[in-house]
């Protein structure tokens, strides 16, 4: 606008901020840094997460799914993720207006769990598909990446042995051309995906991977059944069926003592699945997700880009308030 109208841009940027905006006069103004709340947005289904403004500090934020990541999707944002606090701002909208929340979706966090408990009594919680099945697939690549230090160590062995030896060092490789330390790494994408989503390359590489990782075989075969717990799950009950025959799995790979520390981080994840297996079983059947937090905190991010990073948090906090508030 500046350049078509031949004006300063920072002058202009000036005058926005300072006369046409309304910055000066907004009334949230001394304390939009720690805390903003819009009563009127809140909804029957709502999200709520954490995600950084700038310099990595977190706020929690409160979101209306209804809205659809437009005008009146923002219900509060607040500063830090310690329960007692973000509690405390919580309070301050109406009970009336937060007994007629009905569902609530977060991720797994304990604080988030209190935050819901004692604001929102009336709401369902829903833990997050997606940050569950995470929690199952990062089990799986932390089987990969410990092997794939293994094998940085045993080629930088093997390389320390050829200097001694004073030959050259040529690493052994597959018959796709990777060396064990290149097939764990280029592993890594294929064991997010089911088999139908592998391409060639994809199917040669795992073919070889589970053939020299045989517990990478497994634990891949465990985070499949898992995901086919959320795709072909229709009620509660049918969930909890799968649910409890993927637990009866994961028992059988550990019946061995010395194969309960290579499955170490699975039982972690079905540990914590476990204590929180009442919220995903709520996940069923309106199939509630996060995906709408995790769209606006994209969002809140790409605004962040487009401006060029943060500097005025308070200006930043009003313009966010203005689109989404």
Same mark, same amino acid.
Request: glycine share 4%; proline share 3%.
């Given at each position: 606008?500046?350049?078509?109208? *031949?004006l300063?841009h920072?002058?202009?940027?000036k005058?926005y ?6 910055? *000066? ?9 720690? !805390? ?17 403004l700038?310099? @990595? ?11 659809k ?10 500063k @830090?993720?310690?329960?007692?606090v973000v509690?405390?701002i ?11 929340v ?10 988030m769990?209190?935050i819901v ?12 598909r ?8 990062d ?7 410990k092997e794939? !230090? ?6 930088s062995?093997?390389?320390?042995m050829s200097?001694k030896a004073g ?12 060396t ?14 089911p088999?139908? &989503?592998w391409?060639?390359?994809q199917?040669?590489?795992?073919a070889i ?21 959320y795709e072909?799950? &229709? ?6 069926? *799968?649910?409890d025959? !993927?637990?009866?799995k994961?028992?059988? &790979? ?9 499955f170490k981080?699975?039982t972690t ?8 297996? @009442? !919220? ?7 199939r509630?997700?996060n ?7 994209? &969002?809140?991010?790409?605004?962040r880009a487009?401006v060029?990073g943060v500097?005025d948090?308070?200006?930043f906090?009003? *313009?966010?308030?203005?689109?989404y508030?």
């Open positions: 606008m500046a350049k078509e109208n *031949r300063n920072k002058t202009l940027q005058q901020k300072e006369y046409l905006s309304g910055f *000066r006069d907004w009334i949230h103004l001394e304390h939009c840094e720690d !805390w903003l709340l819009f009563p009127k947005n809140i909804g029957l289904h709502l999200s709520i997460d954490e995600t950084s700038s310099n @990595g500090e977190l706020y929690t934020i409160v979101t209306n799914k209804a809205a990541g437009k005008k009146g999707s923002l219900i509060a944002i607040i @830090g993720a310690k329960a007692s509690s405390e919580l309070m301050k909208i109406p009970m009336k207006e937060r007994l007629k009905e569902i609530i979706t977060l991720d797994m966090a304990n604080s769990d209190w408990r004692e604001c929102f009594p009336n709401a369902k919680k829903v833990n997050d997606f940050h569950v099945q995470k929690l199952v697939s089990a799986l690549q932390e089987m990969r990446v794939r !230090w293994k094998a940085i160590d045993e080629q062995q093997e390389m320390e200097k030959i050259p060092y040529h690493p052994f490789t597959y018959a796709n051309g990777d064990k330390k290149q097939l764990l790494a280029r592993g890594r994408y294929l064991l997010f995906k088999k139908s &989503k391409i060639d390359s199917k040669r590489r795992a991977l589970f053939d020299e990782f045989p517990q990478l075989k497994e634990g891949y075969r465990l985070s499949m059944m898992f995901r086919s717990f072909y799950s &229709k009620t509660q009950i049918e969930a909890k069926k *799968r649910l025959q !993927w637990h009866k994961m028992e059988e &790979k550990t019946k061995d003592k010395s194969r309960r520390e290579a981080s699975f994840a079905a540990h914590s699945i476990k204590g929180h297996e @009442g !919220w995903i079983l709520n996940y069923f059947p309106e509630s997700t995906a709408s937090a995790e769209s606006f905190n994209a &969002k809140l991010k790409g605004f487009l060029r500097t948090k308070k200006f906090l009003f *313009r966010i308030a203005k689109i508030g």
